[in-house]
């Protein structure tokens, strides 16, 4: 038998190529963001997005700024050279005031941005993450148990939390919480509280 014949039978048999991101649990690989909205799915990156208040955006009757692909030759504010600005964060938040609601707004680069709703009086009970956090309140007031410390979170506070550090989340008021989700390869954490 050839050499070559030897070879050839070797290969991986042929196949539509590997879909791209599958090795990250379906996440796009490379420099690109994968946004997510609320009830949307994941996005691909290499186009401009826009929102409802742009033609052609958002979602059908939603009101929501849903971030779609626009079109590639569009000069657009939120989407250049793979950077992602959005105008109304809150406006991504679950509607459901009458329980915990959770939104997925971003998921890149290692780290996931969830958008929490909490009503009056909600608590979330002590729990651990794998990773570090990032809490910034967005509106009402939250009261964040943390290594045996309690500290009220008010719109444009920011809390830092190590990974796997027991923690407790409770709403006095309806609130709206920014969880960010840090990767862990940096364990260095620098604050400046001019």
């Not at 038998?1 to 991986?12: E, I």
């Not at 938040?93 to 329980?99: F, G, L, N």
């Not at 969880?179 to 001019?194: E, F, I, K, M």
């Amino acid at each position: 038998m050839p050499l070559n014949s030897q070879a050839n039978s070797a290969k991986a048999p042929a196949g539509p190529p590997p879909r791209r991101g599958a090795s990250t649990g379906g996440l796009p690989s490379g420099p690109g963001l994968a946004p997510r909205a609320a009830g949307r799915g994941r996005r691909r990156a290499q186009r401009p997005y826009r929102t409802s208040d742009e033609p052609g955006g958002g979602a059908a009757g939603s009101g929501r700024p849903a971030l779609t692909r626009g079109d590639p030759g569009r000069s657009n504010r939120h989407m250049d050279s793979g950077l992602l600005a959005i105008d109304d964060l809150r406006s991504l938040a679950p509607t459901d005031t009458d329980r915990l609601g959770h939104s997925t707004v971003l998921d890149a680069a290692g780290a996931r941005v969830i958008l929490l709703s909490f009503p009056d009086g909600h608590v979330l009970r002590e729990h651990r993450t794998p990773r570090p956090l990032l809490l910034q309140a967005v509106e009402g007031h939250l009261r964040i148990t943390a290594a045996g410390r309690t500290t009220d979170l008010r719109p444009g506070g920011l809390m830092f939390l190590p990974a796997s550090m027991p923690h407790e989340v409770a709403a006095i008021g309806a609130s709206q919480l920014v969880l960010t989700l840090l990767p862990t390869q940096d364990r260095t954490v620098t604050a400046n509280p001019s």
